[in-house]
T-cell receptor, first 111, second 113 residues
C-alpha cells in the first residue's frame, strides 16, 4: 500500500529565504508525482507535475525534483514571499490510477 | 476555459438528510475523481469515474455513498442519511487522460448538524 509522508509538517521562514519541502513515498512504482498548493478553505492548485521518467520540473521560483528509486521528491521555493504562505501537498499516482496524498507542509512566510 | 466547478461550496445538512454534491469537470475531460478531506487529515481517494462508468470505488464507504457521472450533466456524489462523521471537504478532480495532470475544484464543505 502506497504511503506518502511530508516533512516538516509546518515551517516558518522570514521573507526572502530559500526553502525546501520534502516528500517521500514507499512504493517507487509510480506514474507521476504532483505538487499542489492549498490555501485555507480553498481548493487545490496544481504547481508542478513530474512524470516518472523525469528528474525535475521548474516553474518560476519553484523547482521540484524526483528520485524515484529512493522514493523522494523535493519542492524548492526560491526567494520566498508572504504570498507563498499556504499548505503544500505532495501526491503520487501509482498503478491504481488514483492520487495518494501526504498530509502536507504548512508554510508561513513572515514579512 | 472554466476549471473544475463544484457546487454548492458549502452545504449544511441535519443528521439523516441526504447530501448531493455536484462536479462539472474541465471541458473535454472524461476522467473524474472524488476525494474527501477530513479535519486534520490528508485527502483520501473515494471514487474514479468515466462517462457512465464507475472505474474504481474502492475508497468509498459501501453504505450510504454513491457516485455517478452520466453521459450528460455533472458528476454527482450522493450521501444518504448523513451522520456527523460525514462532515468534511469533498473535492472533485478531472483529467483529460490517464496519468496526466489532475485539476481540482474548490471543494464542497459539508457540515452535518
Amino acid at each position: 500500500k502506497q504511503e506518502v509522508t511530508q516533512i516538516p509538517a509546518a515551517l516558518s521562514v522570514p521573507e526572502g529565504e530559500n526553502l525546501v519541502l520534502n516528500c517521500s513515498f514507499t512504493d517507487s512504482a509510480i506514474y507521476n508525482l504532483q505538487w499542489f498548493r492549498q490555501d485555507p478553505g480553498k481548493g487545490l492548485t496544481s504547481l508542478l507535475l513530474i512524470q516518472s521518467s523525469q528528474r525535475e520540473q521548474t516553474s518560476g521560483r519553484l523547482n521540484a525534483s524526483l528520485d524515484k528509486s529512493s522514493g523522494r521528491s523535493t519542492l524548492y521555493i526560491a526567494a520566498s514571499q508572504p504570498g507563498d504562505s499556504a499548505t503544500y501537498l505532495c501526491a503520487v499516482m501509482d498503478g491504481s490510477e488514483k492520487l495518494v496524498f501526504g498530509k502536507g507542509t504548512k508554510l508561513t512566510v513572515n514579512p | 476555459n472554466a476549471g473544475v466547478m463544484q457546487n454548492p461550496r458549502h452545504l449544511v445538512r441535519r443528521r439523516g438528510q441526504e447530501a448531493r454534491l455536484r462536479c462539472s469537470p474541465v471541458k473535454g475531460h472524461s476522467h473524474v475523481y472524488w476525494y474527501r478531506q477530513l479535519p486534520e487529515e490528508g485527502l483520501k481517494f473515494m471514487v474514479y469515474l468515466q462517462k457512465e462508468n464507475i472505474i474504481d470505488e474502492s475508497g468509498m464507504p459501501k453504505e450510504r455513498f454513491s457516485a455517478e457521472f452520466p453521459k450528460e450533466g455533472p458528476s454527482i456524489l450522493r450521501i444518504q442519511q448523513v451522520v456527523r462523521g460525514d462532515s468534511a471537504a469533498y473535492f472533485c478532480a478531472s483529467s483529460p487522460e490517464l496519468d496526466t495532470e489532475a485539476f481540482f475544484g474548490q471543494g464542497t464543505r459539508l457540515t452535518v448538524v
